[in-house]
């Protein structure tokens, strides 16, 4: 689209809010805001639903977000 912008509303959801049952593989690329989504999943984490966790990550884009990618583990 070159210099144009398009404008669109999203909503999100956790993904508490749509799985309730085990889930064998979690994987996230999310351009820098992988923090986001591992809250969102707060609730399978916590009893242990998720069986893999695959992150892929770009160092630059998450300390463009403002953070550091050791803060993941956190």
Not at 20 to 27: D, F, G, T
Not at 38 to 47: D, F, I, N, P, T
């Amino acid at each position: 689209l070159g210099d144009e912008w398009i404008r669109q509303e999203l909503t999100f959801k956790r993904i508490d809010e749509l799985v309730n049952e085990p889930v064998a593989l979690l994987k996230t690329d999310t351009q820098g805001h992988e923090e986001e989504v591992l809250r969102g999943a707060e609730a399978l984490l916590s009893q242990n639903l998720i069986s893999w966790i695959y992150v892929e990550l770009s160092v630059g884009l998450i300390a463009k977000a403002g953070r550091k990618p050791i803060d993941l583990l956190n």
